[in-house]
Nanobody, 114 residues
Framework: QVQLVESGGGLVQPGGSLRLSCAASVTIFSIYPMDWYRQPPGKQRELVALISGSGSSTNYADSVKGRFTISRDNAKKIVYLQMNNLKPEDTAVYYC???????WGQGTQVTVSS
């Protein structure tokens, strides 16, 4: 099991930006493909973005393409989600997910509201 701790959520106005971080407690981070999911209020959890272990391959949900960027720093064992031009519909609890062991972080709340 991989321990994951998210941070960086908060309240932001529409059009604003946030950067989420997810720190992993592992020995070798680069072997783990990582994802960001989100769960809007009253809805199911959905995949937002994914990144390969090396960071060379990424993919995004259509709803966030061009606004969100997933990246990772394998030396620091952190995966990031840069979120720009945020919209009210981006409001959700955001979760970091490690695929090989199906490990989840505790989640961080992102609220987009004026």
């Amino acid at each position: 099991q991989v321990q994951l701790v998210e941070s960086g959520g908060g309240l932001v106005q529409p059009g604003g930006s946030l950067r989420l971080s997810c720190a992993a407690s592992v020995t070798i981070f680069s072997i783990y493909p990582m994802d960001w999911y989100r769960q809007p209020p009253g809805k199911q959890r959905e995949l937002v973005a994914l990144i390969s272990g090396s960071g060379s391959s990424t993919n995004y949900a259509d709803s966030v393409k061009g606004r969100f960027t997933i990246s990772r720093d394998n030396a620091k064992k952190i995966v990031y989600l840069q979120m720009n031009n945020l919209k009210p519909e981006d409001t959700a609890v955001y979760y970091c997910h490690e695929r090989l062991h199906d490990s989840w972080g505790q989640g961080t709340q992102v609220t987009v509201s004026s």
